[in-house]
Structures are given as C-alpha cells and as structure tokens.
C-alpha cells in the first residue's frame, strides 16, 4: 500500500475533485445525525484546506458548492473531478466475501464465504475489479465475485 506523504500535496488549494465514497457524519458533523448521508459519492467539491488528523493522515477540506457543505476527506477518497469516474457498487473499506472459489492455475485460494475487506477500487476497469485482501493475501478480482460481508448493514449505490 502506497502512504501519503505530508510534504508531497496530492491535491492543491482551489482544485476541484470527486469524492469516491459516500461520507457519512462521524459526529463530528453538527444538526445531524450519526451515519446521516453528507455527501454522496461521484459529487464534486472543491478543495479549500489541507490538514493532517492524529499526525498521520492527510485530510482534505472540501467544500462541496451544490449541497452547501464543508466535510473532510482522506486523499484515497477523492479522484480529481475531470478523471473518469465509473460508479462502484463497493467503497475503500467495505468487507465483502467472495461469492465463488477463487484459484489461481487450478489451485484454490480463496474459498467461497471468506470474508475480504476492499483495498481499492480500479474504475478504469471493465468490468468494475477491486484489490481485496483477504486473510494471508491480496487479489485483484471482478465486482461479480463478491457480495457484502453484511448484507442487513450494506447499501447499494444511488446512482
């Protein structure tokens, strides 16, 4: 996994991106409620301060014009607004597992049901393929292998 360096901006002061996921009230976000939808994935914002949160991650404010709101994002959730944006139906972090074997030369790897957690998504790609750790491992696989890990807690992209 590639980290961000502090001294090495990704995105500048004015820039205009695309967040990739949709951004949920942490708390932190005052007259809402926890989980309350803030920002829905695919909206474009522009960047209007660079920060750091408990000394290790980069966050971006980003003021997003048409829906009034100011909200912080980490770098891997945003994509400059002019790149191909293909919508997923998973995010950076979801857990999924997998819906069939997975193998490699006939040897299989990863068994059906085992649970994986979404390292990136790869939007250029078609089908839609996501890396996926799953235990001891990490693979490259279609959007069509896999199924929520927790399907009561899950929702599927409004598109």
């Not at 949709?22 to 005052?30: K, L, Q």
Request: contains cysteine.
């Amino acid at each position: 996994m590639i980290e961000e360096r502090f001294d090495e901006e990704r995105f500048d002061f004015g820039e205009r991106v695309r967040v990739t996921r949709n951004v949920r009230n942490d708390g932190t976000y005052p007259g809402m409620e926890v989980g309350e939808l803030l920002i829905r994935r695919g909206s474009v914002g522009n960047v209007i301060e660079m920060g750091t949160f408990l000394q290790d991650q980069v966050i971006y404010t980003v003021h997003f014009l048409d829906q009034g709101r100011m909200v912080g994002c980490r770098a891997e959730e945003l994509i400059p607004a002019d790149a191909t944006w293909n919508p997923s139906r998973f995010e950076f972090h979801d857990k999924v597992v997998c819906k069939i074997n997975l193998g490699i030369q006939g040897n299989i790897i990863v068994e059906q049901g085992v649970e994986g957690e979404i390292l990136k998504v790869l939007r250029d790609e078609q089908p839609m393929q996501y890396h996926v750790r799953f235990p001891g491992k990490t693979l490259q696989v279609p959007e069509s292998v896999l199924e929520p890990a927790d399907p009561a807690n899950f929702r599927e992209p409004e598109e």
